[in-house]
């Protein structure tokens, strides 16, 4: 299988990086052809352009690539720290520019004349790992937890993934080496289950 892994976090050597880079040889230890792509690294600009709502624009070459990527992809690990419940920017761009009407998904009438959203992606598993520094308690005490809706409803379920999970690792900031060894087994762990 092909495997696709996007990682959203602007540190070289951050734990996000740890994780990446864990999937990754999981992945490829189980036979499976790995495509990883750090946007910070490699500059991915996420600035959507008002040509972008034109339909049947033609994306930059940047962005042709990445969206074949995920076009051709088995299954997609997506890697990013939670910024105000939130995805950090340069993720968020990519998705915008990336999963392109028409091709992620479609619009489409059911049999009741209703509009319906089809998605279209040939990928039938999606893993999210996120990173936090607010304890899980606190953090669905006081927020809920916005990201795994967003993830497996409105991004991944919504492009016609069936099968999609998300592991947090929190907290970050105040866990130690060894804390961080053991979610890099969890890492291994929920990336055989899930995908391999």
Known sequence: MHILI???????????????DTARQTLEAAGHRVTLRDLHAEGFDPLYTPEELVRGHIPTAEVREHADLVLNADAIIVVHPNWWAQAPAILKGWLDRVLRAGEAYRFGMNDKGEGVIIGQLKARAALVFTTSNTPKAAELALYGDPLDNFWKACVWGFCGVSKVERRNFESVIASTPEQRAGWLEDVVTLTKQVIA
């Open 6 to 20: 996007v990682l959203a976090h602007p540190k070289p050597g951050s734990f996000n990086h740890a994780i990446a």
